[in-house]
C-alpha cells in the first residue's frame, strides 16, 4: 500500500521522520513516497501545493502529513500561503470529516492545565467539519463608502453539507457512548440556526443517541470546567479547530493529539491537530506522539491494520508510563528520543 508522505515545514519532517520509524517496524506492508508542501513546495517550486504533489495524495492509499507555515511567507498573497496546501488537499480530496480524539493518558494527568481529577475525566472525539464554513466562503478586502479598509469572510453552511457531518458525528457517537453535542453559535449566527435545525431533523434517524446543543462560548467553558461530559462533539470548521487546540491542554499538551481527516470512502489524511511550531523548529523539542498517533489511526481507518494500530498506541502508552517525556510533558527527550522510546516499547 502507498503512503504518501508530505512532512512539510518547521517542526512537520521531525515529527514524521518518528512516525515512520514506528511504522517500519510494526509493518512491512507500506512503501512511501515524499513531496514537498506548504513553505517549502513554494521556495522549491513556487506553489504551496505542486501538481505532482496534490497527484501523489490522489493516487496514495492514505496521506501522513506534517505540519504547514513558515512566517517568511506570512506575507505573500492568500493564495500562495503555505496554509493553502492543507486547506487545498481537504477539499480537491473532499475529506469533510475531521476526527479529533482528546483523550487523557492517565500517566500524563500532571502534565494537563486542568487539575488532575478533572483532568482524567476526558475522553471524547471531536467530529469537525473540514470542507465548509468560513475558511473556504468568498473572502477579500475591500475599500468601504468611507474610505476604510475592510477584510471580509463569508461563513455559510447548505443543508447536505450539515447533514453528512451530522451522520459522521451520529454514527460516532453509536460506536461509542452514545452522546453527541451539537456546538455551534446558533443564538447570533444564521449559519448555526441551519446547523442546529439539520442536525434535530437527522436525530430522528438516531434515537438511540442522547443529543444535546451547546454555544460555542459555553462549550469552550465546559471544555475547562467538566470536559468528562462530552463523549462526541460535532461542530463546524471554525469552531472545531479552535475547540480542539483547547482539548488538546485538557489532555496534556497540543503534541498528544492525532488526527483523522476522512472522505465518505475512508480514505484519508492523517496528520498532527498542531502546526509546524516555528518557535521550536530544528531544535528537537517537538513531541512526535500526536504524529505516531495519527500514523496508528491510518492503519486502523484507511489501511486495514487495526491490530498494528493496536500495537502503536499500546507502545505510545508504555514509553509515557515508562517516563517518556518531551518539553511540552515537562521533560527533557528530545524529539527522536521520544521516538526511540517508542520503538523500545514495541
Ligand atoms: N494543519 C496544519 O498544517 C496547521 C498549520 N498551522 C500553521 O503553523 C504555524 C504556527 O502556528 P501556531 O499558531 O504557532 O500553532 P502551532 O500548533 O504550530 O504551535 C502552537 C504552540 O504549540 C507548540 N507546539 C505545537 N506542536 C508541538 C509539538 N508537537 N511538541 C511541542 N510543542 C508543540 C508550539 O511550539 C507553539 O508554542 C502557522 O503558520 C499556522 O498557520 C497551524 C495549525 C495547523
Ligand atoms: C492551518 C489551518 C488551515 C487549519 C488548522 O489550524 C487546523 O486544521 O488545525
Ligand atoms: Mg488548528
Same mark, same amino acid.
Given at each position: 500500500?502507498?503512503?504518501?508522505?508530505?512532512?512539510? @515545514?518547521?517542526?512537520?519532517?521531525?515529527?514524521?521522520?518518528?512516525?515512520?520509524?514506528?511504522? /517500519?517496524?510494526?509493518?512491512?506492508?507500506?512503501?512511501?513516497?515524499?513531496?514537498? $508542501?506548504?513553505?517549502?513546495?513554494?521556495?522549491?517550486?513556487?506553489?504551496?501545493?505542486?501538481?505532482?504533489?496534490?497527484?501523489?495524495?490522489?493516487?496514495?492509499?492514505?496521506?501522513? =502529513?506534517?505540519?504547514?507555515?513558515?512566517?517568511?511567507?506570512?506575507?505573500?498573497?492568500?493564495?500562495?500561503?503555505?496554509?493553502?496546501? #492543507?486547506?487545498?488537499? %481537504?477539499?480537491?480530496?473532499?475529506? =469533510?470529516? /475531521?476526527?479529533?480524539?482528546?483523550?487523557?493518558?492517565? *500517566?500524563?494527568?500532571?502534565?494537563?492545565?486542568?487539575?488532575?481529577?478533572?483532568?482524567?475525566?476526558? @475522553?471524547?472525539?471531536?467530529?469537525?467539519?473540514?470542507?465548509?464554513?468560513?475558511?473556504?466562503? *468568498?473572502?477579500?478586502? %475591500?475599500?468601504?463608502?468611507?474610505?476604510?479598509?475592510?477584510?471580509?469572510? #463569508?461563513?455559510?453552511?447548505?443543508?447536505?453539507?450539515? %447533514?453528512?457531518?451530522?451522520? $459522521?458525528? =451520529?454514527?460516532?457517537?453509536?460506536?461509542?457512548?452514545?452522546? !453527541?453535542?451539537?456546538?455551534?453559535?446558533?443564538?447570533?449566527?444564521?449559519?448555526?440556526? !441551519?446547523?442546529?435545525?439539520? $442536525?434535530?431533523?437527522?436525530? +430522528?434517524?438516531?434515537?438511540?443517541?442522547?443529543?444535546?446543543?451547546?454555544? $460555542?462560548?459555553?462549550?469552550?467553558?465546559?471544555?475547562?470546567? /467538566?470536559?468528562?461530559?462530552?463523549?462526541?462533539?460535532?461542530?463546524?470548521?471554525? =469552531?472545531?479547530?479552535?475547540?480542539? @487546540?483547547?482539548?488538546?491542554?485538557?489532555?496534556?499538551? #497540543?503534541?498528544?493529539?492525532?488526527?483523522?481527516?476522512?472522505?465518505?470512502?475512508?480514505?484519508?489524511?492523517?496528520?498532527?491537530?498542531?502546526?509546524?511550531?516555528?518557535?521550536?523548529?530544528?531544535?528537537?523539542?517537538?513531541?512526535?506522539?500526536?504524529?505516531?498517533?495519527?500514523?496508528?489511526?491510518?492503519?486502523?481507518?484507511?489501511?486495514?491494520?487495526?491490530? *498494528?494500530?493496536?500495537? #502503536? *498506541?499500546?507502545?505510545?502508552?508504555?514509553?509515557? +508510563?515508562?517516563?517518556?517525556?518531551?518539553? @511540552?510533558?515537562?521533560?527533557?527527550?528530545?524529539?527522536?528520543?521520544?521516538?526511540?522510546?517508542?520503538?523500545?516499547?514495541?
Amino acid at each position: 500500500m502507498l503512503i504518501a508522505l508530505l512532512p512539510g @515545514d518547521g517542526i512537520g519532517p521531525e515529527v514524521v521522520e518518528q512516525a515512520v520509524r514506528v511504522l /517500519n517496524v510494526v509493518t512491512d506492508k507500506l512503501t512511501y513516497e515524499s513531496a514537498p $508542501v506548504g513553505g517549502a513546495a513554494y521556495k522549491a517550486q513556487g506553489h504551496p501545493l505542486p501538481a505532482a504533489t496534490l497527484d501523489l495524495a490522489k493516487r496514495a492509499d492514505a496521506i501522513l =502529513f506534517g505540519a504547514v507555515g513558515d512566517p517568511d511567507c506570512d506575507k505573500l498573497e492568500r493564495h500562495l500561503r503555505p496554509e493553502q496546501a #492543507i486547506l487545498g488537499l %481537504r477539499k480537491e480530496l473532499a475529506l =469533510f470529516a /475531521n476526527l479529533r480524539p482528546a483523550k487523557l493518558f492517565p *500517566e500524563l494527568a500532571d502534565a494537563s492545565a486542568l487539575r488532575p481529577e478533572v483532568a482524567t475525566q476526558i @475522553d471524547m472525539v471531536i467530529v469537525r467539519e473540514l470542507n465548509g464554513d468560513v475558511y473556504f466562503g *468568498e473572502k477579500g478586502m %475591500r475599500t468601504t463608502a468611507s474610505g476604510l479598509r475592510e477584510g471580509y469572510d #463569508i461563513m455559510s453552511y447548505d443543508e447536505a453539507e450539515v %447533514r453528512r457531518i451530522a451522520r $459522521v458525528g =451520529f454514527e460516532t457517537a453509536q460506536a461509542r457512548g452514545g452522546k !453527541l453535542c451539537s456546538v455551534d453559535k446558533a443564538n447570533v449566527l444564521e449559519t448555526s440556526q !441551519l446547523w442546529r435545525d439539520v $442536525v434535530i431533523e437527522m436525530s +430522528a434517524d438516531f434515537p438511540d443517541v442522547e443529543l444535546s446543543h451547546m454555544y $460555542v462560548d459555553n462549550c469552550a467553558m465546559q471544555l475547562v470546567r /467538566n470536559p468528562g461530559q462530552f463523549d462526541v462533539i460535532v461542530t463546524g470548521n471554525l =469552531f472545531g479547530d479552535i475547540l480542539s @487546540d483547547q482539548a488538546s491542554m485538557c489532555a496534556g499538551s #497540543i503534541g498528544m493529539l492525532p488526527s483523522a481527516s476522512l472522505d465518505d470512502q475512508q480514505k484519508g489524511l492523517y496528520e498532527p491537530i498542531h502546526g509546524s511550531a516555528p518557535d521550536i523548529a530544528g531544535q528537537g523539542k517537538a513531541n512526535p506522539l500526536a504524529t505516531i498517533l495519527s500514523a496508528a489511526m491510518m492503519l486502523r481507518y484507511s489501511l486495514g491494520l487495526p491490530d *498494528e494500530a493496536d500495537r #502503536i *498506541e499500546a507502545a505510545v502508552a508504555k514509553a509515557l +508510563a515508562g517516563g517518556a517525556r518531551s518539553p @511540552d510533558l515537562g521533560g527533557t527527550m528530545t524529539t527522536a528520543q521520544m521516538g526511540d522510546a517508542v520503538l523500545a516499547a514495541l
